[in-house]
């Protein structure tokens, strides 16, 4: 029998408790620098060196850090779910944990690519991109993410993604930043959907919304719990 297919979709809030910091709450990355300073195409041409040093931090990070009972739980949704992980994370929290269909939307932290040709993507070598480092083309390497302002070329995948989903799952995300957020609007109507995420406010947009505002270490494999019984 075909199983039945679940589309999780996370933010940064899953990755919290692993120590890896989200980005609009209090204490979060964008009240420590400013968004135009390192994550944009603007700012990589302005000072390279800053917008690498910002990546290179964060990838310093991802690499100590370890899934936590958030990412473990939905690997379990697997023995007898179709689960398909859409992250607007760059860390690799779900592939240490061993989930196996992962879609990045916003890039990858262990991934840098050729600043003038976005098909050459390569592993970074060590924790630190620097300066110097060139593509076979002979252009810098850059880190492998999206920027704001650039195209989410995943995007249009995702959507086709969560338009087939049985269940839908969002965890630890604002839902501020499009094209991302309006994943949601892909999903039939019919289709239960579950937000967890202290924070997770009503959101009359989205209908057949379950709301669990715990946090993701605990909400998730509370959920997770439930959809195998
Ligand atoms: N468990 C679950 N959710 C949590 C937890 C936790 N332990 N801690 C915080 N959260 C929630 C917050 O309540 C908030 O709703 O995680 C969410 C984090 O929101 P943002 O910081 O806006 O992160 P995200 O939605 O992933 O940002 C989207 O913005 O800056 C860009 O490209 C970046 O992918 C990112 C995008």
Same mark, same amino acid.
């Given at each position: 029998m075909k199983k039945k297919k679940i589309v999780v979709f996370t933010g940064a809030g899953i990755s919290a408790e692993s120590g890896l910091k989200t980005f609009r709450d209090s204490?979060?990355?964008w009240e420590e620098y400013k968004v135009e300073d390192v994550a944009t195409p603007e700012a990589w041409l302005d000072n390279p060196v800053r /917008? !690498?040093?910002f990546y290179n931090m964060r990838r310093r990070q991802a690499v100590g850090a370890k899934p936590n009972p958030a990412h473990l739980a939905l690997v379990q949704l697997e023995t007898i779910y179709d689960v398909q992980i859409i992250t607007q =994370? #760059?860390?690799?929290? &779900?592939? $240490?944990?061993? %989930? $196996? $269909? #992962?879609? &990045?939307?916003h890039g990858e932290i262990n991934k840098c690519r050729s600043s003038i040709d976005d098909s050459l993507i390569y592993p970074v070598k060590g924790t630190d991109l620097k300066m110097g480092q060139l593509c076979e083309k =002979? %252009?810098?390497?850059?880190? &492998? #993410? /999206?920027? +704001?302002?650039? +195209? /989410?070329?995943m995007m249009e995948h995702a959507n086709i993604l969560a338009s087939s989903a049985d269940i839908f799952i969002i965890i630890g995300t604002s839902l501020n930043v499009y094209p991302a957020a309006g994943l949601v609007n892909f999903v039939p109507e019919k289709v239960p959907k579950y937000l967890i995420d202290p924070q997770g406010v009503s959101k009359d947009y989205i209908p057949n919304l379950n709301i669990n505002r715990k946090k993701a270490g605990v909400g /998730?494999?509370? !959920?997770v719990k439930n959809l195998l019984k």
């Open positions: 204490g979060g990355l /917008v !690498l040093e =994370n #760059i860390d690799d929290l &779900h592939e $240490k944990a061993g %989930s $196996k $269909k #992962i879609l &990045h939307l =002979n %252009s810098q390497l850059r880190p &492998h #993410i /999206v920027w +704001f302002g650039e +195209f /989410v070329p /998730v494999p509370e !959920l």
